[in-house]
């Protein structure tokens, strides 16, 4: 089943084309242009999108903390909510 709000694949031409852009100006010691990272970003995941929407309530998990205790989200969130950075290293 499609899921209309999913990123549409991206063209394999432009999808190289990125890759081309990119390597060449790193290789340069060139500075990227935002847009254009923002495309070679695209084109490696070539349209994959996981996680929830942008905007949506993250489901409530719970998780050990440094020292073994069980914290859940709703736990840490409390009455003023609570703000969750997930980051993305270079490696996965």
Do not use: C, I, Y
Request: charged share 25%; glycine share 8%; proline share 8%.
């Amino acid at each position: 089943m499609n899921d209309p709000a999913a990123p549409a694949k991206m063209d394999s031409a432009v999808k190289a084309e990125a890759f081309h852009q990119v390597l060449a100006k790193m290789a340069a010691g060139e500075k990227l242009d935002p847009a254009l990272w923002n495309r070679f970003v695209d084109a490696q995941n070539d349209g994959l999108r996981t996680g929830p929407a942008v905007g949506s309530r993250a489901p409530d998990f719970a998780l050990p903390d440094q020292d073994g205790r069980l914290r859940s989200l709703a736990d840490l969130a409390g009455p003023n909510g609570l703000l969750l950075v997930f980051t993305r290293s270079a490696d996965w």
